[in-house]
């Protein structure tokens, strides 16, 4: 029995020094010993813990924050030099006399987000998994400052680096892609409106630096200018501060309330100059900068200098390359002419600005010596886009859809030798590659294919050589099908092309025949065609021949395969189904 | 002897079973102290003591004005003397009526003059006048906390 | 003075008996009349067989579940003060019943660690059902008259499970709404799961119709079902005789009589002893100097052991509710679903199956293994009295050599459901891929 009554006792004893260490644990929260460092450094009477609760009330909604049980000594000017959580908040309004902030009756979480209503720290501070709204220390508080006050334009004195967030934003050309409610429209990329209310701050930052990180499809450039810390930060305050819920309302927001300009300036006479201010971004005599295209776009100057960014391709050549009318219609819709473009549309320029950009563009003159020898033109006009390996990485690729040709596959160079010319010259409807009859001579291009050729073929085995078949004729009664499998003898049909084309294409094609079908993304350079970009398919050179053995023997040096099992009815059908489904893409 | 040696061990046994039972006694006693800790409020979600009214809003000279939500009558002696009553029964803390003569409470049937005194019924004091202040912004703050004696009026010009 | 202190002893003895109604003295008299007068020791026998405090013959597992339901109901009502079941948005943004869950873990005293003890006390209750079912089977206390009950605590197991999962919603956070999603999901798949699973939801989805309903499931109908099967449970074990025990228990060895404390015989007939006090029960009349000899008064042995049960149940449970809070993600998002979205623990064996298969891997095969470990008793009877060579009532006997394929194949099924958990809690990450816990851990519920 004894037995019994020592283990009983010993339990016992362990619950009760369990139970005591529960109260203790409740008894002894961060916030008593806070208070009571407080008074001792303040040198005053410990007057017992509180929880000090504010009820913050708006004419919307009333938040709890308990905050200052641990910040004691948030609005206490004497307690300015003490460590953190005791210490006084600095001014929020730089100069000014008395705050208007009284923490009294706004609290902290209103500004600087956490979980109001925890009195530890942890907890507090929003660092548990799952919460919404972890705490935004210091400046980034500036995100807040949006819901009391107007923030759309103007300057509103502490909010320092909310404000270069703007400026960035409009400057970067951001807007160009991503919407927010009364700067820009654009259905490029996610709406930005209440970005502060469904991302935390983080997640910002992550989105900004490194697109991919939440989105493995973004297309979202990593863009080359956001890896200071300032500069991500200012761009994420401002993103942050993109709230639609509102604790003020316009006409009862709190003294310092700006009223948002409501009218923008805009260009109305075309000039050079005007242009050059779009084009970097620039505000242009009061006009606000909507342009920006050097963020993604280079340029040379006349000394063959390169500057600008490297999202999109080079311009220099661009009105010698594609003509004034083209230009303009792509800068207001990019997809009009290149269908995978993911340059934002610029649909709200007026004919000034856009002449400005065009009469800005065509000063750009430079060109190279017609007597330059093959590498020397490759790498003024070829290199950006296909790389300085010929396998199609150049500095810009990355974001071009189509790819650019891969010329270090030394199938595809030999199997469609007689294209290069042709495809120089006239360019590739419906992708990146522009003509350029009108920079590089007939003797020029001739010493460029050259080029190529030789440096792809270097290494080449001699004996690769594409098989040659001819486009079967509808009724051509003599002709056996391929591996005599048949005798064709109709003309292509599209309701039997749909239901081939789903059957055979659409894993990489897509279903919509988009080129983007599920194992599009797996695949290595270049992408499947997208079969859909009608100034693509509808070029001379993209003939039915051209199709019909694209999809019979595959194309070489690509993930195309060859597909030899079908019956020649079936790739007529097929081609039938792409041709009729580009015409109704339109 | 061996009967000695029983005893010793039961002895043993009741100290042993006497001091477990001790300390469940302790914890239990603790877990009680613990639940009434438990529920007693520590902090409260309700009216604020203090509530704020625009300048704007206030009654027109010699005229008062009811705060329902607040149990509060605000009265404008001249341009810049304004007081506020307390519309809580100094009896059992039901809501006063204002009427011609005064004061009623419906509760309990205590009466009150226009200026808080108590004439007839059960309750004990006065009602209590409150503590107005301006406050930057164009807003007068007034306590519902304070209780001063009858007739203080504020400046508010 | 005399005559005063008389009067004193008298008012005191009167006093007492008005208390207790027996001395605490070491007479069998005394004892039976402690267990029979007391109306929570009169659930027991007043004599119990020795074997019946033996660590090895319960290991106190359903005693362990029963206190846990205990603590459950105490710190449950405690947390009914402070618990509102409502979503509608706070003041704060924050739906209430999330943010009264805020409200406990930071500015109510003692809140906290109720909470935690709430949810452990939960997940242990689970656990030891689990492991009391395991013990009965193994043992063959499922067998001898005891077959009913055996399905009466399948039903509180059952209970047990629903009871888990109705609170597993109510601090409605992301865990709460997700794991209650994914397992209304599950029900779903049943034949008649959606007329099942409106009831329960009280509208299309997990929304405040739900909340409310759970709410009431588990602080007041849940409870009072399994209070009132409880009390049935116990009961039938009294009435089967105890626990259960071989048919022979002589050879056994057996607790030595000053183990329990001496036992005065103050009968006029000193001969005589008392065997065992009037009852109508199952089993063997004892018989002089065999049967009895096994018999114990329940006080204060089995008492002290109960007791040493208890504190043991209630020291453990502080401990770790001191040491590990109890889970709280942010508010419930109807929109942004958790990835993975987790049921809790013991819904992940199920979530399991079901990745595999929704009908076969949801309904098909826990279906059969309810029904089956349910039935199970019946099954046995059912092959012993239609096959003659099916002889395998066994009561009360640890791993009876003759049951061995019915015991591997209980065990058997035991281990399955507990690699389809753990797969389910650390082997399974985002989109519900095979991540691997030593290279990353997987989060998003299951606790």
């Known amino acids: 029995m004894i037995k019994d009554y020592r283990t009983l006792l010993i339990l016992a004893f362990a619950g009760f020094v369990f139970f005591a260490m529960s109260m203790k644990k409740a008894l002894d929260q961060d916030y008593v010993k806070h208070q009571k460092a407080y008074y001792k450094a303040l040198g005053e009477e410990f007057p017992g813990a509180e929880i000090k609760q504010v009820n913050v009330k708006t004419p919307s909604v009333a938040m709890i924050d308990r905050c200052q049980s641990c910040h004691v000594g948030a609005s206490n000017p004497e307690a300015a030099g003490f460590d953190q959580p005791l210490t006084a908040h600095p001014s929020i309004v730089p100069g000014a006399e008395t705050d208007p902030h009284d923490f009294a009756k706004i609290g902290c979480a209103v500004c600087h987000d956490g979980n109001g209503r925890a009195l530890e720290e942890h907890d507090a501070h929003g660092e548990f998994h799952g919460w919404i709204k972890p705490m935004l220390v210091g400046q980034k508080a500036q995100a807040s400052c949006v819901r009391c006050h107007a923030m759309e334009s103007g300057h509103l004195a502490g909010a320092e680096l909310y404000e270069k967030g703007r400026e960035l934003f409009l400057e970067k050309a951001c807007w160009g892609c991503h919407t927010i409610a009364g700067i820009s429209s654009s259905s490029q990329a996610p709406e930005l409106t209440d970005a502060g209310g469904k991302f935390n701050y983080d997640y910002l930052v992550e989105s900004i630096v490194h697109p991919k990180a939440n989105d493995e499809n973004s297309k979202m450039p990593e863009f080359d200018w956001v890896h200071d810390e300032e500069t991500v930060m200012a761009l994420a305050t401002y993103l942050k501060g993109q709230q639609k819920a509102r604790l003020r309302s316009e006409d009862s927001a709190p003294i310092g309330y700006i009223k948002p300009k409501s009218d923008q300036v805009r260009i109305e006479k075309p000039s050079v100059a005007a242009g050059r201010a779009l084009f970097a971004g620039a505000p242009f005599e009061g006009a606000i900068a909507k342009g920006g295209c050097v963020n993604c776009h280079a340029f040379r100057n006349d000394d063959g200098q390169l500057s600008g960014g490297n999202i999109g391709p080079e311009l220099t050549w661009t009105m010698r390359n594609r003509g004034e009318e083209y230009v303009k219609e792509h800068i207001v819709n990019s997809r009009v002419h290149a269908p995978d473009s993911i340059m934002p549309t610029f649909k709200d320029y007026n004919e000034a600005e856009l002449d400005s950009l065009v009469a800005f563009l065509s000063t750009f003159d430079y060109k190279l010596d017609s007597a330059s020898e093959g590498q020397k033109l490759y790498d003024a006009y070829c290199v950006s886009c296909h790389g300085e390996d010929m396998d199609g990485q150049g500095i810009v690729s990355a974001m071009l859809d189509p790819y650019p040709r891969d010329f270090s596959k030394h199938q595809f160079v030999i199997s469609y030798e007689e294209r290069f010319k042709d495809s120089i010259l006239n360019g590739v409807g419906g992708t990146a590659m522009p003509a350029w009859k009108n920079v590089l001579g007939e003797k020029e291009v001739e010493t460029l294919v050259e080029f190529i050729k030789q440096k792809s073929l270097e290494q080449a085995p001699t004996n690769f050589k594409r098989m040659d078949v001819e486009l079967p004729k509808p009724g051509d009664a003599e002709r056996l099908d391929y591996k005599e499998k048949g005798t064709v003898i109709e003309a292509g049909d599209v309701a039997r092309g749909i239901k081939a084309f789903q059957a055979n294409c659409t894993s990489c094609h897509g279903k919509l025949a988009n080129g983007k079908g599920p194992s599009a993304y797996a695949l290595e350079h270049p992408l499947p065609r997208n079969l859909i970009n009608k100034e693509f398919l509808n070029q001379a050179s993209v003939s039915d021949e051209r199709l019909y053995q694209s999809i019979l023997l595959g194309v070489a040096g690509t993930p195309m395969p060859s597909h030899d099992f079908l019956k020649d009815q079936t790739i007529l059908d097929i081609i039938a189904f792409i041709r009729a489904n580009t015409e109704e893409a339109e | ?157 | 003075m005399n005559e005063l202190i008389q009067q004193a002893k008298e008012f005191g003895n009167k006093l007492y008996y008005s208390f207790f109604r027996h001395r605490f003295d070491n007479t069998g008299l005394t004892k039976s009349k402690i267990m029979f007068s007391n109306v929570l020791l009169h659930i027991q026998p007043v004599k119990i067989h020795k074997r019946s405090v033996k660590f090895k013959t319960t290991m106190g597992l359903g005693l362990i579940t029963f206190y846990l339901f205990l603590i459950l109901s105490v710190t449950g009502i405690l947390l009914m003060f402070h618990y509102v079941p409502s979503t509608a948005i706070g003041p704060d943004g924050l739906p209430d019943a999330y943010s009264r869950m805020l409200n406990l873990r930071s500015n109510v005293f003692w809140g906290g660690f109720l909470r935690n003890m709430h949810r452990w006390a939960a997940h242990g209750m689970v656990a030891f059902v689990a492991l009391h079912m395991l013990r009965v089977y193994l043992a063959g206390a499922h067998r001898g008259g005891r077959e009913f009950n055996w399905v009466i605590g399948c039903i509180l197991g059952l209970l047990t499970v629903f009871l888990s999962y109705t609170g597993y919603l109510l601090p409605w956070d992301q865990l709460a709404f997700w794991g209650v999603k994914v397992g209304t999901e599950i029900a779903k798949i049943a034949p008649g799961g959606a007329l099942i699973r409106g009831i329960l939801l009280g509208d299309t989805d997990v929304g405040s119709e739900a909340l409310i309903r759970f709410y009431v499931l588990h602080v007041a109908v849940l409870p009072a079902v399994m209070g009132f099967l409880i009390a049935v449970h116990f009961f039938r074990i009294r009435k089967d005789g105890g626990l259960a025990r071989p048919a022979n228990t002589q050879n056994e060895k057996q607790i030595p009589d000053e183990e329990f404390g001496e036992v005065k015989n103050n009968s006029v007939f000193k001969s005589a002893r008392s065997y065992k006090l009037v009852e109508i029960v199952k089993g063997n009349e004892p018989k002089v100097n065999e049967e009895t000899d096994q018999m114990m008064f329940a006080w204060p042995k089995l008492i002290t052991r109960e007791l040493i049960v208890l504190m043991g149940t209630i020291a453990f449970l502080s401990l770790i509710s001191v040491l590990f809070d109890a889970p709280l993600e942010g508010p419930a998002d109807p929109n942004h679903p958790t990835n993975p979205s987790k049921a809790p623990w013991y819904f992940l064996g199920l979530q399991e199956l079901v990745s595999y298969h929704g009908f076969i891997g949801g309904i098909v095969i826990p279906g059969i293994m309810a029904g089956g470990v349910m039935f199970l008793p019946y099954i046995e009877i059912f092959l012993e009295t239609f096959t003659k060579t099916y002889r395998k009532n066994i009561p009360g006997v640890w791993f009876a050599r003759e049951r061995n394929l019915e015991n591997s194949l209980f065990i058997g099924m035991y281990l399955f459901m507990l690699i389809l958990i753990i797969i389910g809690v650390y082997f399974r990450g985002e989109n519900w891929a095979i991540v691997y816990p030593w290279v990353e851990t997987a989060v998003g519920g299951g606790h």
């Not at chain 2, 040696?5 to 043993?12: A, F, L, Q």
């Not at chain 2, 914890?27 to 625009?54: E, N, R």
């Not at chain 2, 509760?107 to 309750?123: I, K, M, N, R, T």
């Open chain 2, 1 to 157: 002897m061996a009967k000695e040696k029983k005893e010793g061990k039961s002895r043993r046994e009741l100290i042993t079973i006497g001091s477990a039972f001790g300390l469940m006694g302790l914890a239990a006693a603790g877990t009680g102290g613990a639940i009434f800790k438990y529920m007693f409020p520590v902090v409260s979600y309700g009216t604020p003591q203090k509530f704020l009214i625009p300048v704007d809003d206030l009654p027109d000279v010699g005229d008062e004005l009811v705060f329902d939500d607040m149990k509060v009558v605000v009265r404008r002696h001249s341009e810049e003397k304004v007081a506020a009553i307390s519309l809580v029964c100094t009896h059992l803390g039901c809501t006063v009526n204002v009427v011609e003569t005064g004061f009623q409470c419906p509760c309990h049937g205590s009466q009150y003059d226009s200026d808080g005194l108590v004439v007839g019924g059960p309750a004990p004091k006065t009602l209590p006048w409150l503590e107005v202040k301006v406050v930057p912004g164009g807003q007068i703050e007034i306590d519902t906390g304070t209780s001063l004696p009858e007739n203080t009026f504020f400046e508010v010009a």
